[in-house]
């Protein structure tokens, strides 16, 4: 038997299923349950009634598949894939930053840490970013950790904003001078980009957009070429889904090192071993879910 049809076997032995960012290897996109964006993917932790949930992804979205399903076995195969993002945030610094700003909501970007969540009032993914902000009655909002999603925000808000200095080492590798060049060699072709990148990159951009609505825009957009500025996974599904449509990476940098850790024999160890585990404990866990279920309230466009 091959390690796919391995892995599906125990799967099934196992009543699992198999979530996977959009940014995964290909051939572990390939045989996932289901593939989405970190909204998609918590909203589906959330609800599935499988008794494990085997995560591949990064350390912070198997701590929210935990927060969210509690009574669920939850498998990170490789418990050393973090989010250096996520962890630019700590605790003492946030509570240091709420201190000056008194009163003032903090709205937690997903790509932190469940004890940085704990002490968070609402989360927020990519995808909902701006709803979620808008949402609030207050006239200022503390947004962390990334700086750039952030401002990206902010232009779409009339809040204020107190940013915490975090951002994405992979978008930030892309830069403004890269898109314009390959916008120039390309006339005809489109420029979407995750708003993780850089406000420069951001201001070039024909759309702006979480991954799963990179897919729903190309798919739907009468464009043929497109110019694509986030982590190179995204390509697999949309090269698939759109076989008539050409995706150009706008850098080599694109590519997350911790988001490619996982191989299907780390799939096939985890779900042989039922190991490496992800629980949060309960007193960080209760608070945490109140900022995840205020975010999972608002409906998704
Ligand atoms: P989304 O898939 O929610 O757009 O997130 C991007 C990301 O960087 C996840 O680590
Ligand atoms: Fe973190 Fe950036 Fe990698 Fe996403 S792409 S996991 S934000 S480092």
């Not at 939850?74 to 000056?100: F, N, Q, S, Y």
């Amino acid at each position: 038997m091959d390690i796919k049809q391995e892995i599906r076997r125990l799967l099934k032995e196992r009543n699992a299923v198999l979530l996977a960012h959009n940014y995964m290897r290909d051939e572990v996109q390939e045989i996932a349950d289901i593939t989405g964006d970190s909204l998609g993917l918590s909203q589906e932790a959330a609800r599935t009634d499988a008794d494990v949930i085997v995560f591949c992804g990064v350390h912070f979205m198997a701590e929210s598949a935990s927060i969210l399903s509690p009574g669920k076995t939850v498998i990170l195969p490789r418990l050393d894939a973090g989010c250096p993002m996520a962890d630019m945030v700590t605790v003492e610094g946030l509570l240091e930053l709420k201190t000056k700003h008194p009163g003032v909501p903090v709205v937690t970007y997903v790509n932190s840490s469940a004890a940085v969540k704990a002490v968070s009032d609402i989360c927020c993914t990519s995808a909902n970013a701006v709803k979620v902000v808008n949402s609030l009655p207050d006239r200022e909002v503390i947004f962390v950790p990334d700086r750039n999603l952030g401002q990206f925000v902010a232009k779409q808000s009339d809040k204020t904003f107190h940013y915490w200095d975090g951002y994405c080492p992979t978008h930030e590798r892309l830069k403004a001078d890269d898109v314009a060049r390959l916008k120039a060699e390309h006339p005809d072709a489109l420029f979407i980009c995750h708003p993780e990148c850089n406000p420069k990159v951001v201001a070039l951009a024909d759309h702006a957009c979480s991954t799963s609505g990179m897919y729903d825009y190309c798919r739907t957009s009468p464009a043929k070429r497109f110019i694509i500025g986030t982590e190179a996974g995204i390509l697999y599904r949309l090269r698939q889904e759109n076989p008539d449509k050409e995706f150009i990476l706008a850098s080599p940098a694109l590519f997350c090192p911790n988001m490619k850790l996982t191989s299907l024999e780390d799939v096939l160890d985890a779900l042989t071993t039922l190991s490496p585990v992800v629980k949060v404990p309960e007193e960080i866990r209760v608070p945490a879910k109140r900022a995840l279920d205020r975010m999972i309230a608002i409906p998704r466009d």
